[in-house]
């Protein structure tokens, strides 16, 4: 954090001393966040607007200036200022953190049956209460997943409206669209309605209606639906096909806390930020306080440590993991060979090779390449094939090793490893007439699952390592769900083919898994806090396999979602609002800002910053100092939401060297509703450069089985600050990351950070 912190100071000192045409003068957007709503202040507008007027001179410039105004449920306005004029306001009472502008990136059904969600699972009796608000692209209201054909009226506490430029029925009941920089490029419509697919996959995911028959160009064919089928929908698009504006990002939260959604899913990102400069963080903090739990990706930085973003204490963090379904496209040479590839191309041709360089685009002669599957040196969208009359494409590139998602490309395709690419060169050299068969995609039982995916971002949390993140994982590869029908069906944004349905994957695709367990958790227990449900989705999660992840719980948190067990967790590792402001005063916020952004008496009892190991999170992150012995005594509370009268055993799993107490290791409680504390005691040697060593204390009363994690480690100081800068995204073309080399050393020790290609 330090680093960082540097990074920012440095930058305006370079513009001033090396940039001779400065630019300081041109006002650009930022965000003015100034904490909590002022109690029965109905003129916060105005507020904001004389704000403005004191720093920028004149009523009108001032009315020019104020982009958004903030005030449904927490205070705060966007407003177009040069440097000097947000420093100004930055030094003025009331406010919080000023925010530049920028844009963050976007970060199917098999899925719900794999995690044991069947249909008659669903349909508690709230479920059709139950809204799930959606940060995203838009949606495609037409599609057959929101066909809303046996809904009722949107329940009585729903405030929201729907944009006119769409119509919205039972099963959308709200929908809105944010575009501060006014910037219409490509196909993008100013209206909720999506032209990217992202948001319709997404709202599908999490809360679509049943859709018999759906399928990717016929691949992976049968039933389409989200987690909670009777939930409603709330639309909030904020992403374009340039990103998404932070400004727009708070707008939204602020909008939707309002109109009364119970869970919040955003699906994108950027890199980690300190809570009250990031918009994600703050509008979900506001969120939490008004009984809304928000569900965020972790993103898709993975393999690399300390990359995973959206890492508030109040979110819940998803990673992406595989299902038991995985598609394969086989490449049979003339030779007899076959090679087994991960891809889902659909089309099946045998013809000739050609060389990389006609794999991309304005490189291609048509005379060559008609006709003929092209192998490639190189990993394209196959556009330069398609364009030039190619029928498939073969890749070879270094960056896939043993890829583990598939990609769509507007062309039979496969990918391969260099290795298995030298294979198809002697081959190609061996004879005067080389052929090739790419066989259609099919799907594949993957008897590995669930595996969490390379691309998946990883933890220790770059921000309070106390906190062990990501929280949990959730299905996030080669995902079927709705797509856009005017959004490119493949990586290739010219394929003009159109599809109700597509398989794509990310931690985009997770975070919905996670909203959709979410709201059916809050379905069956509708006064349930925030923290509550993110407790039972956690300490119920399914146990992943430690064989295949060396980086362990940074992988995947608590482990897979589980969400018909999260119904009835047995006990809850509750967090109140004062157990947040406690943490944050331990994060070094002081009492001054902390009564800005809740708005009422607030005090840290202590001043000086400390570890987080009193504050009631649902698993165990244990940072040790370089060189230092492991020693920490946490503590916990936690609620009885089973039989009154029960009592819980707790039972220890951790690597010898590590000692753990637990105490009391026997909890008996004799009515719903009552807290119970415990204290954990870690003891171990010193440890160096140790990047996981991890167990399990595990509360049980031979019915429940409440599971929390125990993560001891420390890293390479400073690694966190040399990352590779943010690669989140939504279309695999842009995706950048692939399964490199393992990050550690067979020894255990964490080796050099690669950076993306
Ligand atoms: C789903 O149920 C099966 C059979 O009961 C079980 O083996 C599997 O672990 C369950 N999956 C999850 C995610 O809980
Ligand atoms: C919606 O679903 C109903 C019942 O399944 C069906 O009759 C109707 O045709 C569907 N509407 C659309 C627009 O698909
Ligand atoms: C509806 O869309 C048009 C352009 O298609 C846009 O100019 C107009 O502002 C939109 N209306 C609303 C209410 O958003
Ligand atoms: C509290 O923190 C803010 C932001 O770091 C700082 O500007 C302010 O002076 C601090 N107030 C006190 C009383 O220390
Ligand atoms: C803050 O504390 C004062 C004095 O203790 C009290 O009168 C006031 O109502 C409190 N304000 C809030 C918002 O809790
Ligand atoms: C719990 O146990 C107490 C004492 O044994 C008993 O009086 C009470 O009825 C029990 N409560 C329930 C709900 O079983
Ligand atoms: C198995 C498969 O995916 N087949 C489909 C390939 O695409 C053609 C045309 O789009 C469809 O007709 C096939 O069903």
Known sequence: MVKQGLVFLLYPLLLSTLVLNCQCQERKLHIVYMGNKPDGDTSIASAHHSMLHKVLGSPSTAKESLVHSYGRSFNGFAAKLTKEEATKISGMHGVVSVIQNRHYKLHTTRSWNFLNLTVNKVGAPQESDVIIGLLDTGIWPEHPSFNDSGYGPP???WKGTCNSNIT??????????????????????????????????TSSTAGGSEVSDASYFGLAEGLARG????????????????????????????????????IISVSLGGGPEDYFDDPIAIGSFHAMRNGILTSNSAGNSGPFPVTASNVAPWTLTVAASTIDRKFVARLQLGNGIILTVRSAANYTIGSSPDISKYCIPDAMNSDIVAGKIVFCEILWDGSGILLAN??????????????????????????????????????????????????????????????????????????????????????GVDILAGWSPIAPPSVYSGDKRSTLFNIISGTSMSCPHASGAAAYVKAVHPNWSPAAIKSALMTTASIMDTRKHPDLEFAYGSGQINPVAA????????????????????????????????????????????????????????????????????????????????????????????????DPSVLTFSSVGQTLSFSVKVDGPAISQQP???????????????RTPLAVYNYIPGAPYNLPSETNSYTPTKRTVFKSSSIYHKDGIMGHLKTHP
């Not at 698009?237 to 119970?262: E, T």
């Not at 043993?402 to 490309?409: G, I, K, R, S, Y």
């Open 155 to 157: 329940p009585a506490k």
């Open 168 to 201: 919205c029925n039972n099963k959308i009941i709200g929908a809105q669209y944010y575009n501060s920089d006014g910037e219409y490029i490509d196909t993008d419509i100013p209206s909720p309605r999506d032209s990217e697919g992202h948001g319709t996959h």
């Open 227 to 262: 987690g909670v089928p009777s939930a409603r929908i709330a639309v909030y698009k904020v992403c374009w096909s340039f990103g998404c504006g932070l400004a727009d990002i708070l707008k939204a939260f602020d909008d939707a806390i309002a109109d009364g959604v119970d």
């Open 390 to 475: 190619g029928v498939g494409t073969i890749m070879a590139d270094p960056l896939v090793v043993d890829p583990d998602f598939a990609f769509n490309f507007p062309l039979p395709a496969t990918l391969i490893t260099p290795a298995d690419g030298q294979k198809v060169l002697d081959y190609i050299r061996s004879t005067d007439n080389p052929t090739a068969t790419i066989f259609v995609s099919d799907a594949w039982k993957d008897v590995m699952a669930p595996i969490v995916v390379s691309f998946s971002s990883r933890g220790p949390n770059p921000i309070t390592p106390d906190v062990l993140k990501p929280d949990i994982t959730a299905p």
């Open 567 to 662: 119904r009835d967790p047995g006990l809850v590792f509750d967090i109140s609002e004062a157990d947040y402001i406690n943490f944050l005063c331990k994060q070094g916020y002081n009492t001054s800002t902390l009564r800005l952004i809740t708005g009422d008496n607030s005090t840290c009892t202590s001043t000086t910053p400390g570890r987080a190991w009193d504050f009631n999170y649902p698993s165990f992150s244990l940072y040790v100092l370089d060189g230092q012995k492991i020693s920490a005594t946490f503590t916990r509370k936690v609620t009885n939401v089973g039989a009154a009268n029960s009592t819980y055993t707790a039972t220890i799993s951790m690597p010898t060297a590590i000692s753990v107490t637990v």
């Open 692 to 706: 996981i060593m991890s167990g399990a204390i595990t509360w049980t009363d031979g019915i429940h089985v409440v």
